[in-house]
Every structure is written in C-alpha cells, then in structure tokens.
C-alpha cells in the first residue's frame, strides 16, 4: 500500500501557465495521479518562459513536477472526445480558461458531470464564472491590482509595486487545491457520491488575504496606504540598516519581546515606560521607535546584530538572496534545496516538498515531463486504445 495522502486520486489538468497548473503541483507531490493535457506542438507556454535550457524553461521542470504530459487538441470533436473517456474514472480536474471556453467546446460542467457525477471540476479564472466582469481575461497581476494587494505595497511617494513573483496565482492556486479537496471530502466521506465546482477567481484570493481593511473602512472610511517596510499598527516591526550596509527585519511587537528588544539595545528603561507598555501605544511612536532601533544596529555588522537577538529571543532574520538561501543550513537540514536529475542537462536544484507530513510525505518522482511524453501510455492504458488507433489521432493533428 502507498504511503502517499492523496493515492488513487486521478487528476485531469486542463490549464496553461501558473494557477491551474500550480495546483495540480501540489496534488501530484502527495501521490495524485495527475495528467496534464496540453496543446499539440507548442505545449503549455510555460515550457519557453523565463530562463531556457535545451529549449526548454527551467520553471517548466518544477512547475510540471510529478506530472504526465499528454497532448490532446480540445478545439477539435474528436479531441473532445478523448477528454469525456478520460473524465469517465477522474476524481477531480482543473481548468483555468476563461469562462465559457469549455462551454463553447461542448465539454463544460453540465456537460462533463452527466458522464461522471462525481467529478469535481475546479475553475480558476480573473473574475470567477459569474458576474459583470466574468468576460474580462485576467491574469495574476491584474488580481493583485484589483484585490488590493498592488495598492498598498511600496512607498508612499512612489507608483505602487508588485511582489516578484506571481503571488496572486500562486494564492489561488492554493485555494484550489483546498476547494477540490474539500469536494473530494463532501463526495466520499459523507458519502453524497456527488461531484461539483470549484469557483476560483484571482482577484477574491487576493483580496482574502487584506487582513482587517475592509472592516477599517467600512466602520471609520480607513483607507490603508503604502507605508514601504512598515507594518501600520503593529510596532516595531520594520527593516533596519546595519553597519556593513547590510539590512535586518526585526518583529518585536509582543510586549515582552519588546521589552527584551529594549534590553538588548541598551534602553531598559523604554521597556517600563508607560507609553511603550502595549501595541497601541508602541505605533503612536512608531517612527520614534524605529530610529532608535536602527541607531543601534547601524552601530554593528548584520552578523552581530543577528546573533545578538538570537540570544535574546527576538525574532530578527536577514533579507535572503537566492544564494543565502541554498547555502542556509536549515533549508538544507530540511530537505527544502533538491537534486533532481533531468535527462540531457544533468541535475536541477528544485524546492522540496511543503508540508512535511509523518505520515504520508510527498516527494518528487521526476521533473517536468517533454511534451506528450505519456500520451501513448496513458491513451493505452485508461482508453485501451491501440496502437493504430493512437498513429490515427496522431495522423489527423489531434495529439
């Protein structure tokens, strides 16, 4: 028996770039049976973006991790029925087209459950499958936008900033994965053998995640601005220089950390004082606060600063690079930095496996697939199509 979480789920993935496939990332790392469908010929355009290796994007390999690749043409009538046949044993599939596109094709929702009713289908797009803008394309980028994030993220007297990497994607993907699994707990456990959809718009994963700015403006018309390295209402909290040019982040906003930040810097006295005694009164002297701190830690090269708070049990961290991250020991004592061998290129560092679970670990069986690599397999093996059936598909452009 397989000690992998999620074992015997079968996952058909429909989507392109980041969301969609994100998602069936993390089902496939915990042992789903994940099959991606891609376009003949040109594949998931992720394959050619970012950094390219043997023609092939380096992303690519992590992103498709665990996965198999088969190419499947969903614009033509007999591609679109390769895909029912597949859905007929599928627990869960995931697609990230605008709404409407797999309506248009025949193979939407309604269509699909009247074949399989307990399949789950996850639908992540901009907007969600309904409402005014549900039309519109929308990309990652413009979910951050519009659910908030870009609006308070910089410094006040400069345009607003985006996070680097595709945090609005990757934050839907994860309520993707929650929703589908949820589903498959509602279907098998209570046993209602019923399937059904996972609406998930970027801009809703987004703006989930605003913390208490709608209740501020809803009750006192607080409307939240850019306050650069600054956390507003929680002190001290902020990114401090040292002496090398160096920067460190320090979180002292419990009362006693706080008090032991004091001690450390050499103010005790500020730890008894009345102004300073909670949070509250802490950020009405935030700026206060926050030059002191960093009057004493531009006195000191980042080294000292953090093994100086370390001590003290203040949570402090330096800003990583990509290179203090693989030569960090603890990312390496926790199995974080991976090896995986990649046919042609040798090995590729990859990020391990989150979360860790006891039981039953995820693990990577092997990097992003070539396009199509499993198509014969798996039309063999869960369509028993022959192997003259497969060179007709094959003839005709539809894998």
């Known amino acids: 028996m397989s000690n992998k979480a999620l074992s015997g789920l079968k996952v058909l993935e429909l989507g392109q770039l980041i969301a969609g496939p994100f998602a069936s990332k993390l089902l496939a790392e915990f042992g789903a049976d994940v099959i991606k469908i891609e376009p003949p010929t040109k594949g998931d355009p992720l394959r050619t973006w970012r950094v390219i290796e043997d023609e092939t994007s380096l992303w690519w390999y992590v992103q498709s991790r665990n996965k198999k ?70 990309f990652g980028s413009i979910g951050e936008a519009m659910g908030g994030l870009r609006f308070i993220t910089g ?29 498959v707990y509602h279907r098998d456990v209570t046993h209602s053998k019923e399937g059904q959809v996972i609406d998930v718009a970027l801009y809703e994963s987004v703006f989930s995640l605003m913390e208490s700015i709608l209740p501020e403006y809803g009750r006192n018309r607080v409307i939240r601005e850019r306050t650069g390295s600054t956390l507003p209402g929680i002190t001290p909290s902020n990114t401090y220089l040292c002496s090398d040019g160096k920067y460190i982040v320090i979180g002292a906003n419990g009362d006693t950390i706080f008090k032991r930040l004091m001690k450390t810097i050499g103010r005790e006295e500020l730890s008894k004082d009345s102004r300073f005694e909670n949070n509250i009164g802490r950020s ?13 830690t531009s006195q000191h090269p980042l080294l000292v600063v953090k093994e100086l708070l370390d001590e003290a049990g203040v949570p402090a961290g330096s800003i990583y690079s990509i290179e203090d991250i693989v030569n960090d020991p603890h ?4 199995n974080m930095i991976q090896e995986v061998p990649i046919d042609g290129i040798g090995t590729l560092k990859m990020p391990g496996i989150v979360p860790k679970m006891s039981k039953t670990p995820g693990e990577i069986k092997w990097a992003g697939p070539n396009l199509g690599s499993h198509t014969e397999d798996v039309l063999m093996s869960e369509l028993s199509l022959t192997k003259e059936q497969i060179a007709k598909l094959r003839e005709k452009g539809i894998i």
Do not use: C
Request: glycine residues 10%; charged residues 30%; aromatic residues 8%.
């Open 331 to 334: 990312y390496q004592n926790r």
């Open 155 to 183: 410094y006040p007297d400069l345009p607003p900033v985006r996070v680097g990497i595709s945090i609005g994607d990757s934050l839907s993907a994860l309520y993707a994965v929650i929703g589908a699994l949820m589903a």
């Open 284 to 296: 009405k002297h935030a700026k206060y606060l926050d030059q002191l701190i960093e009057a004493w």
């Open 69 to 138: 690749s088969i190419t499947l043409d969903l614009k033509k009538e007999e591609g679109q029925k390769v895909l029912r046949a597949l859905v007929k044993e599928i627990d869960i599939l995931i697609e990230n087209f605008r709404p409407g596109t797999l309506e248009k094709w025949g193979i939407g929702y309604e269509e699909l459950k009247k074949i399989n009713p307990r399949l789950v289908m996850v639908r992540v797009s901009g907007y969600g499958q309904d409402g005014p803008y549900k039309d519109k394309p929308g």
